[in-house]
């Protein structure tokens, strides 16, 4: 449906500014915020801490991978797959 909405300029270039980045149109990225809204959820303030999962099972890696190294991960993965 089309409609004519009284934005705030700098809001409004705010939105045009995110959306190019995403490489989304306005009005996709408008329609998102709307639906994220109207869900009742919010986004999180800045500064606030959340709790983070913590596994506390038995096992670890795989002998010979090196948690440290982006290859010796994603040849593992690789491996498993």
Not at 21 to 47: C, D, V, Y
Not at 49 to 54: E, G, I, K
């Amino acid at each position: 449906m089309r409609t004519t909405l009284d934005i705030n300029d700098k809001l409004l270039a705010r939105a045009k500014s995110a959306a190019a980045r995403e490489k989304s149109s306005l009005t996709s990225f408008i329609e998102e915020a709307l639906a994220l809204r109207l869900s009742g959820r919010r986004p999180r303030k800045s500064g606030r801490a959340c709790a983070l999962p913590v596994y506390r099972g038995t096992g670890g890696l795989v002998s010979g991978v090196d948690p440290t190294s982006n290859r010796s991960l994603n040849e593992a993965a690789d491996d498993y797959t």
